[in-house]
């Protein structure tokens, strides 16, 4: 479980601070995939940053799994899968030789690593370049890499940022597949997308973030019936205008 309170955070100081989250408050439970939306710039992926613990918040509380990001960031590591786009690969290493280093990173013995493998090869249909090096492979197939790599450790909260992104129709359902599968597995996943359909097809919760704030926020079906639509592009549109 994702509980993240009264989170801010800026970069940069003086004339050229910005404040990239200002006021953001949710909670993700396991058994529901939560979606975070907003438009460029809103301050999604600061956000996951921090209850990923590779920033520290200026304000606010974030746990992850009972765990502080700040005071106990070791604790909320072990439980959490991170994908992020700035995720480096190994050009050198072939996918299986890439998880295998991650699994061995972990702490996992040979042989999780190996059933571990198998398994998220697949889920993410990752059998045809399992071999491949990672130099070679595709974008769509590089991200499979990236996405069972965060998650080699079989982690109960799970974190992607924009993970289909990129990614063509069938590399997208994989994904997508493999979200919906984790969280019926009881584990906790939040994710942040500009694909509107995608979100509404596969999240229970979502928030809505909007120059560094969350301006709604809710079950789907909450969502949608306040604001008399199910279409999320228009509740996304009326969520972000400015009241100017
Ligand atoms: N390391 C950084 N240094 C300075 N400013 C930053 C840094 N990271 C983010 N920002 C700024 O913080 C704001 C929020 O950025 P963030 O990356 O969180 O947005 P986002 O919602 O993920 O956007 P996108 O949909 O484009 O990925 C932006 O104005 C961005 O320029
Ligand atoms: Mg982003």
Do not use: W
Request: glycine share 10%; with cysteine; aromatic share 4%.
């Amino acid at each position: 479980m994702i509980e993240v309170q009264g989170l801010a955070r800026a970069f940069g100081q003086g004339s050229k601070k910005v404040q990239a989250v200002s006021r953001v408050d949710f909670s993700a439970r396991p058994g529901r995939v939560f979606g975070l939306l907003g438009p460029n710039g809103a301050g999604k992926t600061t956000t996951l940053r921090v209850i990923a613990t590779l920033l520290k918040p200026d304000a606010g509380t974030v746990t992850v799994a009972g765990h502080d990001v700040v005071t106990q960031a070791d604790g909320v590591r072990s439980r959490l899968g991170f994908l992020t786009g700035d995720t480096q690969l190994y050009a050198r290493l072939t996918a299986r030789e890439t998880l295998q280093y991650f699994g061995r990173l972990q702490g996992l013995q040979e042989q999780e690593i190996e059933s571990r493998i198998s398994e998220l090869a697949r889920l993410l249909e990752m059998e045809d370049f399992l071999e491949r090096r990672v130099g070679k492979c595709s974008t769509g197939q590089k991200q499979k890499c990236s996405i069972a790599r965060a998650v080699i450790h079989s982690p109960e909260v799970i974190v992607l940022d924009e993970p289909t992104s990129g990614l063509d129709v069938l590399s997208s359902r994989s994904v997508v597949e493999f979200i919906r599968r984790s969280s019926e597995e009881g584990r906790t996943v939040l994710f942040s997308t500009h694909i509107l359909s995608e979100a509404e097809n596969l999240c229970s919760d979502l928030a809505f973030v909007h120059k560094g704030s969350v301006v709604e926020s809710g079950a789907l079906e909450e969502i949608e019936e306040r604001h008399g639509t199910r279409d999320l592009n228009r509740i996304f549109l009326d969520v972000v205008r400015d009241p100017s």
